[in-house]
Protein backbone atom coordinates (compact mmCIF):
# COMPACT_ATOMS: atom_id res chain seq x y z
CA UNK A 1 0.00 0.00 0.00
CA UNK A 2 2.55 2.69 1.57
CA UNK A 3 5.32 1.33 -1.63
CA UNK A 4 2.09 2.42 -3.82
CA UNK A 5 1.64 5.33 -2.29
CA UNK A 6 5.10 6.25 -3.35
CA UNK A 7 5.05 5.07 -6.71
CA UNK A 8 2.46 6.85 -7.92
CA UNK A 9 4.21 9.98 -6.34
CA UNK A 10 6.31 12.58 -9.16
CA UNK A 11 9.49 12.07 -8.26
CA UNK A 12 10.78 15.78 -7.29
CA UNK A 13 14.23 16.14 -6.44
CA UNK A 14 16.37 19.50 -5.37
CA UNK A 15 19.72 19.87 -6.04
CA UNK A 16 21.68 21.58 -3.03
CA UNK A 17 25.06 22.81 -3.15
CA UNK A 18 27.14 21.71 -0.01
CA UNK A 19 28.78 25.29 -0.41
CA UNK A 20 26.12 27.62 -0.84
CA UNK A 21 23.11 28.23 1.07
CA UNK A 22 19.38 28.72 -0.50
CA UNK A 23 16.27 28.17 0.75
CA UNK A 24 13.91 25.07 -0.20
CA UNK A 25 11.29 27.12 -1.24
CA UNK A 26 13.28 29.97 -2.98
CA UNK A 27 14.70 26.38 -5.17
CA UNK A 28 11.28 25.33 -5.84
CA UNK A 29 9.92 28.47 -6.72
CA UNK A 30 13.27 28.66 -9.38
CA UNK A 31 11.79 25.19 -10.53
CA UNK A 32 8.42 26.25 -11.09
CA UNK A 33 7.45 23.68 -8.63
CA UNK A 34 3.75 24.54 -7.06
CA UNK A 35 4.84 24.19 -3.05
CA UNK A 36 2.53 24.71 -0.08
CA UNK A 37 3.73 25.14 3.81
CA UNK A 38 1.63 24.15 6.47
CA UNK A 39 2.64 24.96 9.82
CA UNK A 40 2.29 22.26 11.96
CA UNK A 41 3.62 23.97 15.71
CA UNK A 42 4.60 26.86 16.42
CA UNK A 43 4.72 26.68 20.66
CA UNK A 44 7.17 28.36 23.12
CA UNK A 45 8.68 24.97 24.70
CA UNK A 46 11.17 25.21 27.78
CA UNK A 47 15.05 24.13 26.57
CA UNK A 48 15.63 20.76 27.22
CA UNK A 49 19.28 19.97 28.11
CA UNK A 50 20.40 19.39 24.78
CA UNK A 51 18.87 22.23 23.15
CA UNK A 52 20.31 24.77 25.79
CA UNK A 53 23.42 23.29 25.81
CA UNK A 54 23.63 23.63 21.80
CA UNK A 55 22.24 27.02 21.65
CA UNK A 56 24.42 28.18 24.47
CA UNK A 57 21.60 29.24 26.51
CA UNK A 58 20.73 27.90 30.22
CA UNK A 59 18.73 25.19 30.86
CA UNK A 60 14.85 25.85 30.85
CA UNK A 61 14.90 28.91 28.70
CA UNK A 62 12.20 29.66 26.54
CA UNK A 63 12.57 28.88 22.90
CA UNK A 64 10.08 28.63 20.05
CA UNK A 65 9.72 25.40 18.52
CA UNK A 66 8.57 25.73 14.92
CA UNK A 67 7.41 22.80 13.07
CA UNK A 68 6.78 23.19 9.08
CA UNK A 69 5.41 20.44 6.34
CA UNK A 70 6.51 21.32 3.13
CA UNK A 71 4.39 19.84 0.20
CA UNK A 72 5.20 19.96 -3.05
CA UNK A 73 3.01 19.12 -6.35
CA UNK A 74 0.39 17.87 -3.95
CA UNK A 75 2.75 15.12 -2.28
CA UNK A 76 4.12 15.77 1.50
CA UNK A 77 7.93 15.60 0.94
CA UNK A 78 9.49 17.40 3.83
CA UNK A 79 9.22 18.09 7.82
CA UNK A 80 10.87 20.88 9.00
CA UNK A 81 11.72 21.48 13.01
CA UNK A 82 13.58 24.56 14.17
CA UNK A 83 14.32 26.00 17.61
CA UNK A 84 15.29 29.40 18.39
CA UNK A 85 15.64 30.96 21.42
CA UNK A 86 11.94 33.21 22.05
CA UNK A 87 14.50 36.79 23.26
CA UNK A 88 15.48 36.82 20.24
CA UNK A 89 12.48 36.95 18.46
CA UNK A 90 10.05 38.78 20.22
CA UNK A 91 6.18 38.21 19.08
CA UNK A 92 6.95 35.96 16.91
CA UNK A 93 3.70 33.61 17.33
CA UNK A 94 1.79 36.70 15.16
CA UNK A 95 4.45 35.89 12.60
CA UNK A 96 2.90 34.16 9.39
CA UNK A 97 5.45 31.35 8.01
CA UNK A 98 2.91 30.51 5.31
CA UNK A 99 4.34 32.86 2.48
CA UNK A 100 7.85 33.77 3.47
CA UNK A 101 10.91 31.67 4.44
CA UNK A 102 12.39 31.71 7.76
CA UNK A 103 15.54 33.19 7.31
CA UNK A 104 13.46 36.17 5.67
CA UNK A 105 11.45 36.73 8.13
CA UNK A 106 14.46 36.92 10.84
CA UNK A 107 16.41 39.04 8.15
CA UNK A 108 13.58 41.64 7.25
CA UNK A 109 11.56 41.70 10.98
CA UNK A 110 14.52 40.98 13.81
CA UNK A 111 17.53 42.01 11.48
CA UNK A 112 19.42 38.98 12.44
CA UNK A 113 21.39 37.70 9.11
CA UNK A 114 22.15 34.15 8.88
CA UNK A 115 25.74 33.70 7.67
CA UNK A 116 26.55 30.06 7.55
CA UNK A 117 25.27 26.44 9.05
CA UNK A 118 26.66 23.25 9.66
CA UNK A 119 24.46 20.48 8.38
CA UNK A 120 24.67 16.71 8.98
CA UNK A 121 23.21 14.47 7.01
CA UNK A 122 21.96 10.65 8.05
CA UNK A 123 19.90 8.06 7.62
CA UNK A 124 17.23 6.79 9.69
CA UNK A 125 14.45 4.61 9.91
CA UNK A 126 10.78 7.42 9.99
CA UNK A 127 9.04 7.60 12.87
CA UNK A 128 5.68 6.69 13.17
CA UNK A 129 4.21 10.59 12.87
CA UNK A 130 6.61 10.74 10.06
CA UNK A 131 5.42 8.29 8.09
CA UNK A 132 1.68 9.44 8.61
CA UNK A 133 3.14 12.76 7.66
CA UNK A 134 5.26 12.22 4.93
CA UNK A 135 2.91 9.12 3.81
CA UNK A 136 6.17 7.13 3.34
CA UNK A 137 7.11 3.63 4.48
CA UNK A 138 10.74 2.77 5.38
CA UNK A 139 13.62 5.27 5.59
CA UNK A 140 13.79 9.34 5.60
CA UNK A 141 16.51 11.26 4.85
CA UNK A 142 17.22 13.69 7.89
CA UNK A 143 19.24 16.92 7.95
CA UNK A 144 20.54 18.66 11.30
CA UNK A 145 21.85 21.83 11.66
CA UNK A 146 23.00 24.11 13.24
CA UNK A 147 22.69 28.55 11.89
CA UNK A 148 25.06 31.40 13.41
CA UNK A 149 24.80 34.90 12.85
CA UNK A 150 27.51 36.87 11.10
CA UNK A 151 28.91 37.47 14.84
CA UNK A 152 29.00 33.76 15.13
CA UNK A 153 26.44 33.57 17.45
CA UNK A 154 23.67 30.84 16.89
CA UNK A 155 20.74 31.55 16.45
CA UNK A 156 18.93 28.40 15.42
CA UNK A 157 18.64 24.44 15.74
CA UNK A 158 17.03 22.65 12.64
CA UNK A 159 16.20 19.39 11.90
CA UNK A 160 14.49 18.61 8.11
CA UNK A 161 13.25 15.24 7.45
CA UNK A 162 13.00 13.98 4.11
CA UNK A 163 11.33 11.18 1.80
CA UNK A 164 14.32 10.07 0.55
CA UNK A 165 14.76 11.59 -3.63
CA UNK A 166 13.66 15.09 -2.41
CA UNK A 167 16.92 16.22 -1.83
CA UNK A 168 20.52 15.13 -3.62
CA UNK A 169 23.99 16.93 -2.63
CA UNK A 170 26.66 18.50 -5.19
CA UNK A 171 29.58 19.85 -3.75
CA UNK A 172 33.65 19.90 -5.03
CA UNK A 173 36.60 19.06 -2.91
CA UNK A 174 39.92 20.55 -4.01
CA UNK A 175 43.15 18.98 -2.74
CA UNK A 176 45.75 21.74 -2.55
CA UNK A 177 48.52 19.41 -0.90
CA UNK A 178 48.78 17.04 -3.67
CA UNK B 1 16.15 17.77 18.32
CA UNK B 2 16.59 13.92 18.33
CA UNK B 3 19.93 11.45 17.79
CA UNK B 4 17.85 9.92 14.83
CA UNK B 5 18.56 5.96 14.13
CA UNK B 6 16.97 2.94 13.33
CA UNK B 7 14.32 2.10 16.17
CA UNK B 8 16.34 -0.69 17.56
CA UNK B 9 19.86 1.57 17.31
CA UNK B 10 18.51 3.83 18.85
CA UNK B 11 16.94 1.77 21.72
CA UNK B 12 20.65 0.63 21.98
CA UNK B 13 22.21 3.84 22.18
CA UNK B 14 19.82 4.73 25.02
CA UNK B 15 21.56 1.64 27.20
CA UNK B 16 24.75 3.26 26.38
CA UNK B 17 23.89 6.37 27.80
CA UNK B 18 22.35 4.80 30.64
CA UNK B 19 25.14 2.68 31.16
CA UNK B 20 27.63 5.66 30.62
CA UNK B 21 26.03 8.10 33.04
CA UNK B 22 25.34 5.42 35.57
CA UNK B 23 22.01 4.36 35.42
CA UNK B 24 22.65 0.88 34.65
CA UNK B 25 25.95 0.44 36.75
CA UNK B 26 28.42 -2.81 35.16
CA UNK B 27 27.21 -6.03 36.57
CA UNK B 28 23.91 -4.90 37.26
CA UNK B 29 20.20 -6.27 35.47
CA UNK B 30 18.96 -4.31 33.09
CA UNK B 31 15.03 -4.59 32.53
CA UNK B 32 13.65 -7.66 30.41
CA UNK B 33 12.46 -7.54 26.97
CA UNK B 34 9.07 -7.54 28.18
CA UNK B 35 9.58 -4.31 30.78
CA UNK B 36 11.05 -2.16 27.84
CA UNK B 37 9.04 -2.95 25.32
CA UNK B 38 6.15 -1.95 27.36
CA UNK B 39 8.02 1.15 28.68
CA UNK B 40 9.26 2.61 24.83
CA UNK B 41 5.42 1.19 22.70
CA UNK B 42 7.73 -0.97 20.86
CA UNK B 43 7.79 -4.25 19.84
CA UNK B 44 9.91 -7.16 21.51
CA UNK B 45 11.16 -8.22 18.11
CA UNK B 46 12.97 -4.40 18.27
CA UNK B 47 13.99 -5.03 22.01
CA UNK B 48 15.75 -8.20 20.91
CA UNK B 49 17.42 -6.70 17.87
CA UNK B 50 18.90 -3.88 20.28
CA UNK B 51 19.96 -6.17 22.83
CA UNK B 52 21.65 -8.84 20.46
CA UNK B 53 23.51 -5.44 18.82
CA UNK B 54 24.70 -4.82 22.27
CA UNK B 55 25.29 -8.21 23.19
CA UNK B 56 27.41 -8.88 20.14
CA UNK B 57 29.31 -5.83 21.36
CA UNK B 58 29.96 -7.27 24.61
CA UNK B 59 28.56 -4.23 26.63
CA UNK B 60 25.97 -6.84 27.71
CA UNK B 61 25.63 -10.26 28.70
CA UNK B 62 22.32 -12.62 28.28
CA UNK B 63 22.54 -14.82 31.23
CA UNK B 64 19.42 -17.67 30.73
CA UNK B 65 16.76 -17.42 33.12
CA UNK B 66 18.44 -14.47 34.84
CA UNK B 67 18.42 -11.72 32.67
CA UNK B 68 20.88 -9.04 30.59
CA UNK B 69 23.29 -7.38 32.46
CA UNK B 70 25.80 -4.78 31.74
CA UNK B 71 29.33 -6.11 31.07
CA UNK B 72 31.47 -3.15 30.29
CA UNK B 73 31.46 0.49 29.54
CA UNK B 74 30.23 1.40 25.75
CA UNK B 75 32.55 2.52 23.02
CA UNK B 76 31.33 5.70 21.96
CA UNK B 77 29.27 5.54 18.23
CA UNK B 78 31.54 5.81 15.51
CA UNK B 79 30.02 6.89 11.79
CA UNK B 80 32.66 7.66 9.16
CA UNK B 81 32.45 11.59 7.84
CA UNK B 82 32.18 11.57 4.07
CA UNK B 83 31.57 15.14 3.94
CA UNK B 84 33.84 18.13 4.56
CA UNK B 85 37.19 17.36 6.14
CA UNK B 86 37.03 13.30 4.33
CA UNK B 87 40.23 12.82 2.42
CA UNK B 88 38.76 11.59 -0.72
CA UNK B 89 39.96 7.89 -0.18
CA UNK B 90 37.41 5.69 2.05
CA UNK B 91 39.97 4.04 3.54
CA UNK B 92 41.59 7.42 5.49
CA UNK B 93 38.02 8.19 6.16
CA UNK B 94 37.21 4.86 7.47
CA UNK B 95 40.19 4.82 10.14
CA UNK B 96 39.54 8.46 11.04
CA UNK B 97 35.96 7.26 11.93
CA UNK B 98 37.78 4.70 14.82
CA UNK B 99 37.49 1.87 12.57
CA UNK B 100 39.29 -0.99 11.01
CA UNK B 101 39.54 -0.85 6.74
CA UNK B 102 40.25 -3.58 4.50
CA UNK B 103 38.63 -4.37 0.97
CA UNK B 104 38.14 -7.12 -1.40
CA UNK B 105 38.63 -6.62 -5.08
CA UNK B 106 35.19 -8.24 -6.75
CA UNK B 107 36.00 -7.65 -10.19
CA UNK B 108 38.44 -5.68 -12.72
CA UNK B 109 38.13 -5.80 -16.31
CA UNK B 110 38.38 -3.05 -19.11
CA UNK B 111 35.71 -2.75 -21.28
CA UNK B 112 34.68 -0.62 -24.48
CA UNK B 113 34.06 2.43 -23.14
CA UNK B 114 29.81 3.05 -22.97
CA UNK B 115 30.12 5.92 -20.88
CA UNK B 116 29.44 9.94 -22.25
CA UNK B 117 31.62 11.47 -19.23
CA UNK B 118 34.45 9.88 -21.28
CA UNK B 119 33.82 11.24 -24.90
CA UNK B 120 37.27 10.20 -26.45
CA UNK B 121 38.27 7.00 -24.94
CA UNK B 122 38.14 3.72 -26.49
CA UNK B 123 38.06 1.48 -23.02
CA UNK B 124 37.59 1.88 -19.68
CA UNK B 125 38.91 0.02 -16.79
CA UNK B 126 36.23 -1.34 -14.16
CA UNK B 127 37.35 -1.87 -10.69
CA UNK B 128 34.62 -3.05 -8.23
CA UNK B 129 35.92 -2.97 -4.99
CA UNK B 130 33.78 -4.09 -1.55
CA UNK B 131 35.17 -1.77 1.10
CA UNK B 132 34.70 -3.27 4.66
CA UNK B 133 34.65 -1.49 8.64
CA UNK B 134 35.75 -3.81 11.24
CA UNK B 135 35.64 -6.78 8.96
CA UNK B 136 31.98 -6.09 8.05
CA UNK B 137 30.53 -4.73 4.62
CA UNK B 138 30.07 -1.49 4.89
CA UNK B 139 30.37 0.11 0.68
CA UNK B 140 30.96 -1.23 -2.81
CA UNK B 141 32.86 1.15 -5.15
CA UNK B 142 32.77 1.03 -8.87
CA UNK B 143 35.63 3.09 -10.37
CA UNK B 144 35.71 3.72 -13.92
CA UNK B 145 39.38 4.94 -15.33
CA UNK B 146 40.03 5.97 -18.66
CA UNK B 147 42.21 2.98 -20.62
CA UNK B 148 44.85 5.21 -22.46
CA UNK B 149 46.14 6.36 -19.34
CA UNK B 150 46.79 3.29 -17.22
CA UNK B 151 47.55 0.57 -19.37
CA UNK B 152 48.53 -2.47 -18.23
CA UNK B 153 46.63 -1.07 -15.14
CA UNK B 154 44.84 -4.51 -14.39
CA UNK B 155 48.60 -6.19 -12.96
CA UNK B 156 48.30 -3.96 -10.36
CA UNK B 157 47.36 -6.04 -7.20
CA UNK B 158 44.25 -3.72 -5.46
CA UNK B 159 43.85 -5.53 -2.85
CA UNK B 160 46.83 -4.72 -0.97
CA UNK B 161 47.06 -0.94 -3.26
CA UNK B 162 45.17 2.55 -2.89
CA UNK B 163 44.16 2.92 -6.07
CA UNK B 164 44.73 6.88 -5.88
CA UNK B 165 48.80 5.76 -5.02
CA UNK B 166 48.24 4.13 -8.88
CA UNK B 167 46.93 7.01 -9.75
CA UNK B 168 49.79 8.90 -8.63
CA UNK B 169 52.59 7.09 -9.83
CA UNK B 170 50.85 8.07 -13.18
CA UNK B 171 50.90 11.30 -12.40
CA UNK B 172 47.03 11.40 -12.95
CA UNK B 173 46.04 11.86 -9.28
CA UNK B 174 42.58 13.41 -8.94
CA UNK B 175 43.26 16.58 -7.50
CA UNK B 176 39.72 18.44 -8.08
CA UNK B 177 37.10 15.94 -7.52
CA UNK B 178 33.41 16.36 -7.64
CA UNK B 179 30.93 14.61 -5.87
CA UNK B 180 26.79 14.15 -5.89
CA UNK B 181 25.16 12.56 -3.13
CA UNK B 182 21.50 10.78 -3.02
CA UNK B 183 19.58 8.40 -1.30
CA UNK B 184 18.46 5.34 -3.20
CA UNK B 185 18.21 1.76 -2.95
CA UNK B 186 20.86 -0.15 -2.61
CA UNK B 187 20.97 -1.96 -6.39
CA UNK B 188 19.40 -5.22 -6.37
CA UNK B 189 23.07 -7.04 -8.13
CA UNK B 190 25.16 -5.97 -5.02
CA UNK B 191 22.57 -7.09 -2.10
CA UNK B 192 24.36 -10.01 -1.76
CA UNK B 193 27.57 -8.89 -0.89
CA UNK B 194 25.65 -7.23 2.10
CA UNK B 195 23.36 -10.22 3.27
CA UNK B 196 20.29 -7.40 2.47
CA UNK B 197 17.21 -9.39 1.50
CA UNK B 198 14.69 -6.55 1.28
CA UNK B 199 14.32 -2.94 0.09
CA UNK B 200 17.03 -1.11 1.61
CA UNK B 201 17.95 2.87 1.53
CA UNK B 202 22.19 3.45 1.02
CA UNK B 203 24.04 6.63 0.87
CA UNK B 204 25.14 6.86 -3.23
CA UNK B 205 27.73 9.21 -4.31
CA UNK B 206 28.99 9.51 -7.58
CA UNK B 207 32.48 10.89 -7.50
CA UNK B 208 34.27 12.82 -10.99
CA UNK B 209 38.12 13.22 -10.42
CA UNK B 210 40.21 15.53 -12.51
CA UNK B 211 44.03 15.60 -12.34
CA UNK B 212 46.32 18.64 -12.08
CA UNK B 213 45.84 19.35 -16.15
CA UNK B 214 41.81 19.63 -15.55
CA UNK B 215 41.61 15.85 -17.14
CA UNK B 216 39.16 13.69 -15.84
CA UNK B 217 40.48 10.55 -15.05
CA UNK B 218 37.85 8.79 -12.41
CA UNK B 219 34.51 8.47 -12.27
CA UNK B 220 33.18 6.60 -9.48
CA UNK B 221 29.83 5.22 -8.15
CA UNK B 222 29.67 4.48 -4.57
CA UNK B 223 26.78 2.92 -2.20
CA UNK B 224 27.59 2.91 1.86
CA UNK B 225 25.60 1.85 4.16
CA UNK B 226 23.80 4.19 5.83
CA UNK B 227 24.79 2.70 9.91
CA UNK B 228 27.96 3.95 9.41
CA UNK B 229 27.25 6.99 7.43
CA UNK B 230 27.28 10.93 8.04
CA UNK B 231 27.85 13.41 4.98
CA UNK B 232 28.66 16.90 7.65
CA UNK B 233 29.38 20.06 5.70
CA UNK B 234 29.06 24.39 6.44
CA UNK B 235 27.87 25.81 3.94
CA UNK B 236 27.67 29.85 3.49
CA UNK B 237 24.51 32.32 2.84
CA UNK B 238 25.21 34.86 0.49
Redesign the interface.
Known sequence: MEAEKAESRKQV?IER?????YSTTSLLKKLGYEYQVIVLKKDIIEANK??SS?LSIPLATNIYEIKRLLIVEDHPRAIE?S?IAADLIPEFYNVSLENEPL?TILSEKYNI?????????????ASKSERELLKAD??V??I?GKSYDRNGQIIE?Y?T?SV??FF????????YD? | MTNREYLYVQLAENIKKKIINGTYSIGSRIPSEREMAEVYGITRVTVRRALDLLVKEKVLVASVGKGTFVAKMPDIEKRINLGEGSSSRLVSDIRSGGMNPSKIVIDMQWLKNDLKCFPNEEHIFKLTRLMLVDDKPYAIQISNLPYSKFEGIERYDFKEGSLYDYMDNYGHLPIRISSELTIVDMPKEFKKYFNIKKKKKVFHFEYMGRDKEGELVEYTESYNLPEYTEYKFTIKRF
Open positions: TSTKAYLQESYYDIDKSEERIIVAEGEMVTLEVCDKFKGETIHK
